[in-house]
């Protein structure tokens, strides 16, 4: 527990933080947005805080692994293969590459920091300025899109998983109604006829025998599958099972959650370059394609795959940093983490392309971007098909295989659902975290199952495109703003130095509050214009099918201006302007959750402020230079010149 206090210490504590706060509230001091000379606010308590304890990790290494298990999963092993496939292999790496240093560092740093200076959930964490507590929500309605169909795709996996112990693996050789253009995925299988478009056995697998893919979604969705609602049943019993005996058992099983994949991964890596044709596939993935540097569609699609992979703006970062002690060294765990989280990719890509330059061959294609249809699905068709060709134990490859991956995607699901559970129990400290795990893994479970319908590729693409792709895009917009240019960047700065004891470096600043807000605005923006109709697959959606994607996508942006509408018009009963101050400055609820930290916090905030005020007095800058020190200077505070 956090700190160890009895009750009375406790209550003393608060009582001391409560005269503080009083003593403070009658000084006449300025207070300014945007970090200039800013002051704590707060409104007057009448009596003792009542602090509630939060539970930590029993060591630091455990928030590493769940960090770790929660950004390297199926993001890096299932999206960014097809996410890399579509935008034409290597044409992508370099965008990825600079997205993650200038946008994916600076906001997983970011996220992480908050949840730590805060012991909040990714809602609670804006009485830093209420009127964006529409970020969180909306963020969270993002989580609950991905819960929905991050299950499915476990599902999906335990299929395999179970299918992988048949004496021949079923997706290795073709069916006679499959017909005549099915080639079996065997090893040192050699097919002859060039006359006709082939697909391999481990596709038309996936396609006719796990999904029962319709072709036309104005077809209706279909009846579910009982093979893949049963997996996907044991999927949220397995989830529910870690989440309901709360962070400690999490942390306990994200070190296998964390390292276990990786050997899987890297037999595979051996096995799929070591292919006959892979060569030309690895190097499709590699080879830059220096026009398609100037295509935003191209560096939209490496923002997109950058979040969803590092797991920034969907709240579990913010989450599991919660529960981290108040001066843990967090930026370490964000350099280790996502750096792992770009080699897991690249190992990935390397991968499945190593195996579509083997289908290639197989199947007689010239151009590795015809070798399969580009689709969610193709994870299920390129790693299944080198499995296949394995000439010893292929069977037990496949078992360990799909056990990984199955892995992966429960450290990703757990950590979701957690969120969840610290965002209810955080805002409603009358739930039982045991039954909010319970509802969550329920609705998950009915909210899963269709997509284990015929349609549920299709639903899936939608809902992803839809319901979070974009809504996580657009709020990091509002969350980097929020930070940087609302409650102010040398605020926030100055928060990291208390709970780190060191300085914040130029390279964060000038990311935080230029390059990453202006990078994601600009993408944003361009997406939104450039804005297609969405396919799966090549092919069409109903008219009724895009309607319902608006729709998830309009409730995901209207929670930020609905929520700070709500913000400024609360008790409002003191004009308008000072309704609007006082949605867009801190709560009394923002800063360190435990009193005697706060207290300190406060106490050094009063006294960089004063310095700050003298050394900028004395330099007699101009508000842009003030704002120039606060981005580009570490600490000016006793600087002569700038």
């Not at 009063?606 to 230079?625: I, P």
């Amino acid at each position: 527990m956090e700190g160890g206090d009895t009750n009375a210490t406790r209550t003393k504590s608060a009582t001391i933080f409560v005269n503080i706060i009083d003593d403070r509230r009658t000084e006449d001091s300025p207070r300014m947005l945007q970090g200039q000379l800013y002051q704590p606010s707060f409104e007057s308590v009448s009596e003792p805080l009542e602090v509630k304890n939060r539970e930590n990790w029993a060591n630091s290494v455990e928030f590493l692994m769940s960090c770790i298990s929660v950004s390297v999963g199926l993001g890096n092993i299932w999206r960014f293969p097809f996410t890399a496939y579509e935008n034409g292999g290597g044409a992508f790496i370099i965008p990825y590459v600079v997205v993650l240093l200038l946008i994916g560092k600076p906001m997983y740093y970011l996220e992480v920091l908050m949840g730590q200076f805060t012991s909040k959930s990714s809602v609670k964490i804006w009485s830093v300025c209420p009127a964006f507590i529409g970020v969180g929500i909306g963020q969270a309605y993002a989580g609950i899109a991905v819960l929905t169909y991050y299950s499915s795709l476990l599902a999906l996996t335990l299929f395999y998983l179970v299918a992988s112990f048949q004496p021949v693996l079923p997706w290795s050789y073709c069916r006679r109604e499959w017909g005549p253009n099915c080639v079996d995925s065997l090893p040192n299988f050699n097919q002859t006829r060039n006359d006709i478009k082939l697909q391999s056995s481990s596709e038309l697998y996936f396609l006719k025998t796990v999904i029962h893919e319709i072709e036309d979604l104005s077809q209706g969705i279909g009846m579910p599958s009982w093979r893949l609602t049963v997996a996907l049943f044991v999927a949220w019993v397995v989830t529910y099972m870690i989440i309901v005996r709360g962070i400690k058992t999490t942390g306990k099983a994200a070190y296998f959650l964390a390292m276990f994949p990786y050997a899987i991964l890297i037999t595979l890596l051996i096995r799929a370059v070591t292919l006959e044709g892979a060569i030309d596939g690895i190097i499709y993935f590699l080879k830059p394609n220096w026009s398609e540097l100037l295509n935003f569609s191209v560096w939209k699609a490496a923002v997109v795959q950058c979040f969803f992979s590092l797991a920034v703006g969907l709240g579990p970062l913010v989450m599991f940093s919660s529960y981290n002690k108040f001066n843990h060294n967090v930026r370490r765990d964000t350099l280790i983490v996502t750096s792992l989280d770009t080699l897991t990719s690249l190992i990935a890509g390397i991968t499945i392309f190593g195996i579509l330059g083997n289908l290639a061959f197989n199947l007689k294609v010239t151009n590795i971007d015809e070798v399969v249809r580009s689709s969610t699905g193709l994870a299920f068709v390129s790693y299944p098909d080198a499995i296949a060709k394995f000439t010893a134990f292929p069977q037990l490859f496949a078992i360990l295989f799909f056990f990984m991956l199955f892995v992966l995607g429960i450290g990703t699901l757990v950590a979701q659902a957690n969120t969840l559970v610290a965002i209810l129990c955080d805002q409603y400290k009358w739930m039982k975290a045991s039954t909010v795990a319970l509802a969550i893994a329920v609705g998950g479970f009915l909210s899963g199952i269709v997509y284990v319908t015929p349609a549920g590729q299709w639903i899936l693409n939608l809902v992803d495109y839809y319901g979070s792709t974009f809504v996580v895009f657009g709020l990091a917009v509002f969350q980097i703003i929020g930070i940087s240019w609302i409650y102010g960047l040398q605020n926030f700065c100055d928060d990291i130095e208390f709970m780190t004891k060191s300085p914040v470096s130029s390279l964060w600043r000038i990311c935080w509050a230029i390059i990453t807000p202006m990078f994601l605005f600009l993408i944003f923006i361009y997406s939104m214009i450039e804005l297609e109709t969405l396919k799966y697959a090549g092919l069409e959606y109903p008219e009724s099918a895009n309607v319902a994607g608006w729709v998830l996508l309009a409730i995901g942006f209207l929670q930020f201006p609905l929520w700070a509408i709500w913000s400024v018009t609360r008790d409002c009963d003191k004009g308008v302007y000072m309704c609007f101050k006082t949605a867009f400055r801190p709560s009394s609820e923002w800063g360190p959750s435990d009193p005697a930290i706060k207290k300190e916090w406060l106490i050094y905030k009063r006294s960089v402020k004063e310095r700050r005020k003298a050394a900028n007095s004395e330099l007699k800058g101009s508000y842009l230079m003030y704002k120039l020190r606060s981005i580009f200077v570490t600490d000016w505070t006793d600087a002569k010149d700038i």
